[in-house]
């Protein structure tokens, strides 16, 4: 998985500051990563993958299926795959069985632990399905087995998702839940609806840094991990994010170290989970109005450059490093002068990109937005 060369350049000066907002001594968990192939075209190997852990220093992943294309029967034929490259992998990965709820979940759930997986994966959004009179059985496995479920809680969703989920949930309290992309289908919802749940938790593989602040005022730092969601999210990437958030909220190395493996461990072991203190971010931040013009500017350019829009990226990146140029940048000139340059590689990236999406400079950007979303937030 050779880097753009562009790209490499733009991020290097991060690698050192990764490794200084990582406490030592952390093993770190990265709970969310698929392998296989996605009937969307995105597709991930073991030698992928692990070229992804190593650059950001990740000891293991939780592993899972795709929407792969050979899903039936039951998903069997991507859930042996994963379980095959989980036992090549020598320890590094996790594997989870992925269900459909409508093919042999309970069959395929059992045969799958019986092998080796070590929770479930189900995705309501790639497979169309509700929770309420459908799901009920796969959680009671769950909590009978003492396993974790993985619920895609991210984009794509109807308006009935969070309420349906805390409804089966607390019908389940022994099912340990981590909910994908931060909860952002329903954070409130779910937030206060699950606030008494033993172990529900909440995955960090989310690239929109006010998204995260808001998790982190409404859920207690101990139920939230990390996660990156590859191939379409980056380890290196995620991580930076995680770690610039949790620094600039002054959480201490032990809930760190929580955040980035433990947690994963205890709810993958089937351990209890630690009482939850107070959210640590307050849900008001003052933040410098021109990073904040960054932060949303890109923003735009990176949902602009996902959806294959170069024109528009490129028209909020040139504002962006306008406000880069600020003759009396203030306080927040230094984090400008590293912000002007990631601006400058998205762009060229974008450039360069001839059809589809200009992948590396959505990397560029959210390392940019993660400087300016962060630098650093003061409680209020």
């Known amino acids: 998985m050779t880097q753009h060369p562009v790209f490499a350049q733009a991020i290097a000066p991060f690698t050192d500051e990764l490794g200084r907002l990582r406490p030592g001594g ?9 392998l296989g192939l996605d009937e969307d075209g995105m597709s991930l190997d073991p030698a992928g993958l692990h070229e992804m852990l190593d650059q950001a220093d990740v000891q293991q992943a939780v592993v899972f299926p795709l929407h792969d294309p050979e899903r039936v029967p039951a998903y069997r034929v991507p859930n042996d795959r994963v379980l095959r490259w989980a036992e090549e992998s020598g320890g590094r990965f996790l594997p989870l069985c992925r269900l459909d709820p409508a093919d042999d979940p309970i069959g395929e759930a059992e045969r799958c632990l019986a092998a080796g997986a070590r929770g479930i994966k189900l995705h309501p959004r790639a497979q169309a399905f509700g929770l309420v009179g459908l799901v009920e059985p796969i959680f009671a496995l769950a909590e009978q087995a003492r396993v974790p479920i993985l619920i895609h809680a991210g984009r794509g969703l109807p308006p009935t998702f969070g309420e ?23 954070q409130a919802v779910l937030g206060d609806g699950l606030s008494g749940h033993p172990a529900a938790t909440y995955d960090s593989s989310w690239l929109n840094p006010i998204d995260m602040f808001g998790l982190f005022s409404r859920v207690p730092a101990e139920r939230i991990v990390f996660g990156t969601d590859p191939p379409y999210g980056r380890t290196f990437i995620g991580m930076f994010l995680l770690l610039r958030i949790v620094a600039s909220l002054g959480l201490d190395a032990e809930m760190v170290r929580d955040i980035l493996g433990r947690t994963s461990q205890r709810l993958l072991d089937g351990q209890e989970l630690p009482p939850p203190s107070d959210p640590r971010a307050p849900h008001q931040l003052l933040l410098d109005t021109r990073l904040t013009r960054i932060t949303t500017m890109s923003l735009m350019a990176f949902a602009a450059t996902f959806a294959g829009n170069p024109g528009v990226a490129t028209g909020q990146l040139e504002l962006a490093l306008a406000v880069c140029r600020d003759p009396d940048p203030g306080p927040a000139g230094p984090a400008l002068m590293r912000i002007a340059p990631l601006l400058e590689a998205a762009t060229r990236l974008i450039h360069e990109e001839q059809g589809g999406v200009a992948r590396p400079a959505l990397q560029c950007l959210v390392i940019a937005i993660a400087i300016a979303a962060t630098e650093v937030p003061q409680r209020r």
């Open 26 to 34: 952390a093993h770190v968990i990265d709970v969310h990563t698929h």
């Open 164 to 186: 349906e989920l805390v409804q089966v949930a607390q019908l389940h309290p022994g099912a340990p839940l981590i909910l994908a992309h931060l909860g952002v289908a329903d």
